[in-house]
């Protein structure tokens, strides 16, 4: 056996066990060429996003790169452009309500499923997260359809549409929490007397803080880039950013769309990382 | 652990229950239900039972073309995504640099920038006067700017782009799960780096693999913005069809009959993948 360890040990890698000089002529060379692979795979991620950061800066109307020049023509046009503005904030708006609808209600899903179902908990875990599995586009028309014939005002389908979505999220965030909160705790809380909603407010909550303001960001993010929901139930009064942008590109591009999306890139990142920083985002990311 | 549902824990799931029924499943449900009815011009339907969208569907050579059309995009933006994803999960999960948690944020930070920006991205890049033509015209690869845009090429770069961290996650929680001494006693065996991969490492990972391509084809193919700014008119796929059906036509039994469609390629696709990796696994 010892002969043969050595075969396979990283000095001599190189040489495979019957003598035939392996693909990589060593071990180092074959970790260059994932790492220049690797490199080339994130230039590709990440190049349609820092484009767009450095076209919202170009002085001129042509998408060029590099740029041929500094200015921030397209920023003052962004501002001036009372459309974008509008759907810009009423996304905010829109995200906001969102994330509280489905952070509330993916709290108690969440909770009733870590205590309450046993053995029937990996089935309730994946019918929470159903809205992952349907296509975007058929959850926003069959809600379309269905405040054609249900009077119900076309703002609160949008509403519904988006805590839909954004619920697999927080839901998935928020299990992740609770499984490091301890049952004695509540149990304990409990025995001395404090009912269920108390043990909740003041027991659960409180430990689950970080994982609840994570859902909730990350509920807003999930909300503010959705285009699919949107895509249907938009309206006058009620068109979010980007349904604003894809009609506005089904026309033309001029790169204030590139100072829009900056925008909306910059505010993404930042709260990108403050869910990294509380929770990790591999958590909400179910991976 | 797990106490008795009562009262309370019912209360704890009565909101997503009626969310998911009255606004999920019900409307869905009626949704692709009207496919077999017939269209009438002044209502959303008429209530006769009917076969005729799906024989148009299925007869006329344009519509057949797009279902064959989607069909293969979205099998090549899953087949790209494996080839790209696979190494960079396989990278994530083995590496021991103190950036990895940068480099895993860096894949998840474009994901949450929306459908629309990395669209847009594309765009800029493959343009024209983008950075793509560009470079190839200083390369003196060609001498006037390539038409990228409005060709399926273009659909195909910016879906993988997009829907490629979809196939990440799911690679590497099957490659982080993988015990690390099953590699180490196939080195020990005497297998080289490349042997261990194949017939190792890569068997191991195949729920990953399973689990990324059905998302990335079920997402490809219901698809509607990408397709429509950079593919235009010539890469007509399902879901702009069905876009163009209800908000143009007006044509709601036929959109439904689309729909159906593509529900029915996502769940054969994801049938298909969960068989084969039961079977391999039982």
Redesign the interface.
Known sequence: MPA??T???PAT?GI??TGRP???AS?AA?RYA??A??TA??V??????V??IF?SFNPTE????PPSGFSLRWYAKFLDSGGFVDAFKFSLWLGAIAAVGAT??GF??A??IV?????R?EAGQS??L??I???????S??????L??VPFPELGGLI??H??IC?PFTIAGIIASLEGVD?QLELAARTLGAS?LRTLWEVVIPLIAPGLLSALIFAF?VS?????IA??LSGPGRTTL?IE??SY??WE?TPV??AI?TV??LL??VL??VV?RLVG??KL??? | ?????GG??R???A??TV??LL??L???S??LL?SVFRYSPME?YEPALTGENFARLLGEDYYRAIIFRTLKIAGLTALFSLL?GY??A??LARTRSIWR?V????????L???????T??????L?A???VN?TLIWLGLVDRPVKILETELAVLIALV?IL?PYMV??L??SLTGQDPNVEKAA????????RTFFEVTLPLSRSGILMGSALVF??T??A??TP??LGGQNVQML?QT??DL??STLN?PF?SAV?SI??LC?FSI?FLYFRGGRRRAG
């Not at chain 1, 042509?62 to 790169?65: G, L, R």
């Not at chain 1, 599995?133 to 959850?139: E, K, R, S, V």
């Open positions: 043969e360890r075969a396979g040990s890698a495979g066990p392996l693909p990589f071990a074959g994932l790492g692979l690797v795979i994130y590709f991620l990440l190049a349609p996003v484009i767009i076209t042509a998408n060029t790169f509330v209600i108690l899903s909770y009733g205590r309450f179902l046993g053995r908990r019918l929470a159903l809205p599995m349907i296509p975007h586009i058929l959850i028309i069959s809600l379309l359809l269905a054609t014939i519904v549409g805590i839909i619920l049952a269920r993010i503010f880039g959705d285009v699919y895509l249907f980007p942008i894809f590109m089904q591009s769309v590139a999306t909306q890139i993404i990142i990108g990382l990294e985002l591999r990311m179910r991976v | 652990m797990g106490e008795r549902i309370f824990g209360a704890l799931f909101p997503i969310l998911y606004f999920l019900a409307p869905i009626f949704f009207m959303l790209l190494p960079l396989y990278f948690g480099l895993m944020f860096l894949v998840i930070a474009p949450m920038t929306g459908v629309i920006v990395r847009y991205g594309w765009i800029v890049l343009g006067q983008g950075t560009t782009h490629m996650f799911p590497f929680s080195a020990t065996l005497g297998a080289g780096r490349w079920t997402l193919a219901g509607v913005v429509a700014l879901g069905i876009y209800v908000l709601w959109a729909a593509l529900v996502q994801i």
